[in-house]
């Protein structure tokens, strides 16, 4: 019984909540990926990697091709482009017409993405305008991240702990107090998860 694009996996679950049978096993796997697509929309980015695919971008300039909303980079097979608005990529372009950026993030110690694309020498990327064809540009790669963080693995770890046990407590109260009567579970994201996933947040842009 596989988890899928999980965080974490079924058996680290249950070792964190010492679980020991696999009568649980469904609800255990549904905690995980709700708690992972919970994380990807926290984060608005998703740290598993596609297989190769094309997606289709435009630049905001003829040098610069932020990828932002289309999602992280981890390499590149082909990048072509429409040069004519025909809507047919018909330039593929050589590796040597562009650089893969940050420079470092393959080699940082928790390995990151590229999140833009230089052209370099005469290579210009075609923009496009308010009156003409958008979709100029082609990627065809690897998208995600190379490996999940391990801070997203940890979260991942917490919150679908959390979602497991709230089971039990369908109304929000997980237990009673002689004193100061029902005790709750918070309405907030765990203040760890939060602090975790912070630094891998994408940060979201919005125009009036």
Not at 23 to 30: G, R, V
Not at 52 to 70: H, K, N, P
């Amino acid at each position: 019984m596989a988890v899928g694009d999980g965080y974490c996996t079924l058996v680290e679950l249950k070792e964190r909540v010492s679980i020991d049978d696999t009568i649980d096993d469904l609800q255990i796997i549904s905690a995980i990926g709700a708690s992972s697509r919970w994380i990807d929309e926290h984060c608005q980015r998703s740290f598993n990697q596609t297989t190769s695919q094309a997606r289709v971008l435009d630049a905001g300039d003829y040098r610069t091709l932020c990828l932002g909303e289309f999602g992280d980079l981890v390499s590149v097979m082909t990048l072509k482009t429409d040069d004519n608005l025909d809507g047919v990529f018909e330039t593929t372009w050589a590796a040597s017409d562009y650089q893969l950026l940050p420079i470092v993030a393959p080699t940082r110690p928790d390995p990151h993405p590229y999140t833009s694309i230089r052209s370099t020498g005469t290579r210009f990327f075609p923009l496009a305008s308010c009156v003409g064809r958008l979709g100029l540009i082609e990627v065809t790669g690897v998208w995600g991240w190379p490996a999940v963080p391990d801070a997203v693995h940890e979260a991942c770890l917490i919150q679908s702990a959390r979602v497991f046990k709230r089971r039990h407590s369908p109304e929000g109260v997980t237990g009673w107090q002689s004193e100061f009567g029902p005790i709750r579970v918070s309405a907030r994201a765990d203040p760890d998860v939060e602090a975790l996933l912070a630094p891998y947040r994408r940060t979201v842009v919005l125009v009036a």
